[in-house]
């Protein structure tokens, strides 16, 4: 049995007319935008209704404000409120039905009021951020100073995420030859878990904190309603609190969150985060060697002084004692040489002569050193038995005549001057 079908287009047109009877009048709808953007004068919005617990939307739809509508909405919207329609606003616009058989449908706006300005989102923001003021911590990670060597990184993103991958790329490789460790404490970065477990991985860098010198929360760019999630009160009081600096880039320019507000350093991309890091430490490195060079200047300025001072004093000697010095160091030089060169030679020959003699007259020289042993006491015996000191001592004396022994009486005359020495003393005497 055949069945009867439409084609899509059949079908699309059906969808078009039943939306064009019966929504057959414009409406005010009371939404947020996350998201507003200008192409070639029309305005394209998506509208976003949230969760009021959880923050999540729980109903989105895109809205087109054609140009010739929009060249007058605008000026009326920014004359009275003083601001650019922008993402996070709370808006209140006057739409009708659109359903396109190509592109689906929409609502064209035809009015907007200007009188509603913030919406939900920015009003809870502000609550929050006056909260923080209250507690007096939003400035706390401001307070803190990142270490000069910031090369250990705990990084909280999603694993898979491309901004995760760009940062450890723009980090690990940068074009300054740096050194940097990372280390990945996965994270949910959109959506209702956002905060518990970005608080999570907060907790286990905080257990392990002395291996890290900062923190990095990075994700890529996304719709404001995508990082609602960085917008809590618990998670901001968590970061606030933190002992390590923190640094976000989980957002574009346009996008700033609570958790932007009360970090350390906020940057608009993962790719710009790192660039931080890396250009604090280049800053590091250029301070290291600009205090190198330093060093090295004062060091080679104080030697300078040293070597001046030491040549005035030098100028100050007298001349001739430095030529009596430079005589004796040459003289002592060349007595030096002398001695070393006779004491080299005459040990070349003695070393020689032993080498020979020692293996032929070393019994001979044994026995004849007995020998001579023996002699030497011997005679120290004779010599001791023989010392005058021994005979005065036993109570002789000794005559001497112009230092001589007098041996002849009959050799003095008279007057001759004689000296006898006894054990304690001299005595002098003249012959008669």
Request: hydrophobic share 40%; aromatic share 6%.
């Amino acid at each position: 049995m055949q069945r009867e079908a439409l084609t899509l287009y059949e079908l699309n047109s059906l969808v078009r007319e039943v939306i064009e009877n019966v929504f057959d009048r414009s409406f005010w709808v009371e939404a947020e935008l996350s998201e507003a953007r200008e192409v070639q004068g029309h305005c394209y919005m998506e509208l976003i209704q949230k969760n009021d617990r959880y923050a999540t939307p729980i109903a989105k739809a895109s809205a087109k404000c054609w140009r010739n509508v929009w060249g007058k909405l605008k000026v009326k919207f920014e004359q009275t409120t003083g601001q650019s329609l922008r993402a996070g606003m709370q808006v209140m616009l006057k739409v009708t039905a659109n359903f396109h058989e190509a592109y689906g449908f929409s609502w064209i706006v035809q009015d907007i009021d200007p009188t509603y300005t913030l919406g939900d989102m920015a009003r809870k923001r502000m609550e929050i951020i006056r909260q923080l003021q209250e507690e007096g911590v939003i400035d706390m990670q401001k307070s803190l100073t990142l270490p000069m060597f910031a090369q250990h990184i705990a990084v909280i993103s999603s694993e898979g995420a491309a901004g995760y991958g760009d940062f450890c790329h723009q980090l690990l490789d940068n074009e300054a030859g740096l050194w940097f460790e990372t280390e990945l404490f996965p994270a949910v970065m959109q959506g209702d878990q956002v905060e518990p477990t970005v608080i999570a991985a907060l907790d286990a860098i905080n257990a392990r904190l002395e291996a890290f010198d900062a923190v990095v929360i990075i994700r890529g760019g996304g719709a404001t309603a995508d990082m609602s999630g960085f917008d809590t009160l618990n998670l901001a009081e968590n970061v606030a609190n933190f002992p390590l600096p923190i640094i976000t880039g989980i957002g574009h320019d346009r996008d700033e969150s609570v958790l932007d507000i009360v970090s350390f350093k906020r940057v608009k991309t993962p790719t710009a985060a790192a660039a931080f890091l890396v250009d604090h430490l280049s800053q590091v490195a250029s301070l290291v060697a600009d205090c190198q060079n330093r060093i090295v200047n004062e060091v080679t300025h104080r030697m300078d002084l040293a070597k001046t001072k030491l040549q005035r004093l030098s100028e100050r000697i007298p001349s001739q004692f430095s030529l009596v010095k430079e005589r004796q160091n040459n003289h002592i030089d060349r007595l030096t040489t002398t001695i070393s060169t006779l004491m080299e030679k005459k040990l070349l020959n003695e070393q020689y002569r032993l080498r020979q003699l020692t293996d032929k007259l070393q019994p001979s020289v044994e026995r004849r050193c007995t020998f001579e042993r023996n002699r030497l006491e011997r005679l120290e015996l004779r010599m001791k038995s023989l010392d005058p000191a021994l005979l005065l001592r036993r109570g002789y004396s000794i005559t001497l005549f112009h230092g001589k022994t007098v041996r002849d009486a009959s050799l003095l005359k008279k007057g001759d001057e004689l000296e006898t020495r006894v054990a304690q003393g001299r005595i002098k005497s003249r012959v008669e």
